[in-house]
Each structure stands twice: as structure tokens, then as C-alpha cells.
């Protein structure tokens, strides 16, 4: 088979006696140089079939065409976690006759296919979504990826009570993973999965960036893709270093060593007026004292510091004013794996200012011993309630 008068992709029927049946697809290109222009404007392509070995039949031929749409999504250096939608792929692949579809329902677009009571249980015969992702030369990225998709099923689809599709990376599907979605609402994904981004597969693209790709496999026909959101792990941080001299020690909430998502919430970074804080989007939620989104930051403190572990600590930051539930916001702080001691930030609305203090206590026990014989102490702010910003750290030694 072939294009012009290109026949060098051979195509494996079935066996002779067997049953009529699909063959494995092959690769093929069209050349839009060697199309022809029709009168009203349109492309003339010639697609070829060449025997190889007589007594060979033929029922019917399928094309899948590998559509470019779509522009890159660009991420700066400041975002942790990016969102967006599902129609905003660079390229939509058919398989077995199913394609993506866009729609259109209650003013939202979403990405859907139809409901045949299919199951594809090998994600390289899927038909997929690509999306280009581009991400700035100062972005220091681990590789690792939380996805979350928003999305459902029909309520008629078939096999299971869920629908599922794919995830994966470097429009490679054998490195595809299964993600669940809801039955049948539009809402985020509850059993999160990671994916690695290979910067040995990225391109480079020749402002230095670097160009992955994102790819959403069809699991379960039947199913609808509303929006994207992406989790990124960044290489650690370094820590905060502190003398025997200073107390107090003031330092900016983007100077954390690691952040950690939990549920849907995210640590972000922004810039509003001209200075950089640390926040997460607000949806109205609230988490009790269990395990949350943090901020964890590495405190390296001299041996000539003689403390006595009780330190005293000021947030400043505050609320965006749609926050729910409560008039306030507030995060948990502490050290280790304490997060039972909640500071209470300016009321939703209020300008960004300092909170009252709140105790805690580094336990020298908890610390990590440097080569150097200092201490390497760890500080958590956890999230209590979304919608809230940090834009400062202060402790009292």
C-alpha cells in the first residue's frame, strides 16, 4: 500500500483458510506536494493498493488520519500545576473507526466518543489525543507527573459501571497507564496516576525549550474528557541556611524544598502586584487535620545556635474572597509529621498582612546530621482550607 506511487509498506493479511479479519495497520504518508487542486480548492490525494501475492482478496480498507489542530501549551517557570482543556490537543488520531469527537453541552466543549459498548484493552489501538507541551528553559522538573482528568461516561456505556481511558507520555502507548473516571458526572478524577516526562524524548525546539507530549488513550468507548489538569514534581529546593546570629529568620513562601499534592489541591506559585506567593485554587473545600497538600521547607541551622527547640511562627498571607466554607483561612504548621497546629490568616478579603504567632517545637531527635555536623530541621505548612495564599515566613527562635 501507498501514496502516489510509493508501494513500499507491505501489509500482512490473514492467513489463508481464515476468517476475514483486520490486518496490523502500517504507516503510510501523504504528500501534499503530490496532491492535485481541484477546482473549488480541495486536495486530490491517490491512495495505492499493490499485489504482492495473487489469490489474495480484499473487503474493505481503513484510513486513520493523524490530524494536526492544535497550538503547544506553554508553561513558565512559575506554575506547578497546569490546567487545561480537553479540545486543546495538537493532534487527534482515529483507530478501528472511532475518533474524538468535540461537542458542545450546557455552554462547556468536551472531547467524547461514541457509545458502541467497546473495550480496548491495548491502548496502541486506541484512537488518542495529543497535546504538545512546552516548558520554559529555568523549569526544574523531575519528570514526574500527577494527572488528573475531569470527565465522565454516557450513562449507557458498556462494559463496567466506569469508564477509563489512558495516559501516557511521548505519544508512546506501551507506556500508557489506566486512569479511571466517573461514571456518569463530570467531575475530577478521584484515583490519580503519574506519568514521566523523558526529557531524553523531548524536542528542542530552537528557542532551547523543550516540547513533550501528553497523550489521552481511549479505554472504554462512551466516554467524555472535559479538561486536563497536570501535577508537576520539581527537583528539590535548597534549604534555608541560619547562623547562630540570626532570630529572627523571615523567608519567602516559594523558597519551600518540596511540595506534595493531596486530592485535587496544588500549591501553586503566582505573582499578583508585583510579589510572588504560594496558593491553592479555590474550590470551595476544606481539609480536617489529615493528610494535605504541604509546603516543606529545609531549615539548616548552625551548631553554634544554642536553641532550645521552641520556635515561634508568623505567616504572612491571606484569603481570596469567594473561599468557602468559613470566614477565615488558615494552615496547619509544624514540624515532622505534626500538622496539628493551625494559624489563622487574615479574614477572606483583608489585605496581606502577618498573622498572630503560633508555637511549635524542632525536635532535635526528628533532624537529619550533615556531613558537617549541622542540623537539618524540617518545617510544614499544610492546607486547611483552599483559596488561601502564603506569601511570607517568619519564625522566632
Do not use: C, H
Request: hydrophobic residues 35%; without cysteine; charged residues 25%.
Amino acid at each position: 500500500v501507498g501514496s502516489a506511487n510509493d508501494f513500499n509498506s507491505r501489509v500482512n493479511l490473514a492467513m489463508p483458510g481464515s476468517s476475514d479479519s483486520w490486518s496490523t495497520p502500517v504507516s503510510i504518508f501523504l504528500d501534499e506536494n503530490l496532491a492535485e487542486t481541484l477546482a473549488d480548492g480541495r486536495k486530490l490525494y491517490y491512495f495505492n493498493i499493490f499485489l504482492r501475492e495473487d489469490g489474495t482478496y480484499l473487503d474493505k480498507i481503513r484510513l486513520n488520519f493523524e490530524r494536526v489542530e492544535g497550538e503547544d501549551i506553554e508553561i513558565s517557570s512559575l506554575v506547578n500545576t497546569v490546567e487545561f482543556e480537553a479540545e486543546d490537543f495538537k493532534s487527534n488520531t482515529t483507530a478501528a473507526d472511532i475518533m474524538w469527537e468535540e461537542t458542545v453541552v450546557n455552554g462547556e466543549t468536551y472531547m467524547y466518543t461514541e457509545d458502541n459498548g467497546s473495550l480496548y484493552s491495548d491502548s496502541s489501538q486506541s484512537p488518542s489525543l495529543s497535546y504538545g507541551l512546552v516548558i520554559d528553559n529555568g523549569v526544574n522538573l523531575s519528570g514526574k507527573v500527577l494527572v488528573s482528568v475531569k470527565g465522565g461516561g454516557f450513562a449507557s456505556s458498556s462494559p463496567g459501571a466506569s469508564n477509563a481511558i489512558y495516559v501516557g507520555t511521548s505519544n508512546d502507548p506501551s507506556n500508557s497507564r489506566i486512569l479511571n473516571l466517573k461514571d456518569t458526572s463530570d467531575s475530577w478524577s478521584t484515583s490519580n496516576v503519574s506519568v514521566f516526562l523523558d526529557e531524553n524524548l523531548a524536542e528542542t525546539l530552537a528557542d532551547g525549550r523543550k516540547r513533550y507530549y501528553f497523550n489521552i488513550y481511549l479505554r472504554e468507548d462512551g466516554t467524555y474528557v472535559d479538561k486536563i489538569r497536570l501535577d508537576f514534581e520539581r527537583i528539590e529546593g535548597e534549604d534555608i541556611e541560619i547562623s547562630s546570629l540570626d532570630n529572627p529568620v523571615e523567608f519567602e513562601a516559594e523558597d519551600f524544598k518540596l511540595t506534595t499534592s493531596a486530592g485535587n489541591a496544588t500549591w501553586q506559585q503566582d505573582v499578583l502586584n508585583g510579589g510572588t506567593y504560594m496558593f491553592v485554587e479555590d474550590n470551595g473545600s476544606y481539609e480536617g487535620n489529615s493528610a494535605q497538600a504541604n509546603l516543606t521547607y529545609g531549615l539548616v541551622i548552625d551548631n553554634g545556635a544554642n536553641l532550645s527547640g521552641n520556635v515561634s511562627v508568623s505567616i504572612k498571607g491571606g484569603g481570596f474572597a469567594s473561599t468557602k466554607p468559613g470566614g477565615a483561612n488558615s494552615v496547619f504548621v509544624g514540624t515532622a509529621n505534626d500538622f496539628s497546629n493551625r494559624v489563622n490568616l487574615p479574614m477572606t478579603g483583608s489585605s496581606d498582612s502577618w498573622s498572630n504567632p503560633m508555637s511549635i517545637l524542632l525536635d532535635e531527635n526528628l533532624a537529619e546530621t550533615l556531613n558537617d555536623g549541622r542540623k537539618l530541621f524540617y518545617f510544614n505548612i499544610y492546607l486547611r482550607e483552599d483559596g488561601t495564599y502564603v506569601d511570607k515566613i517568619r519564625l522566632d527562635f
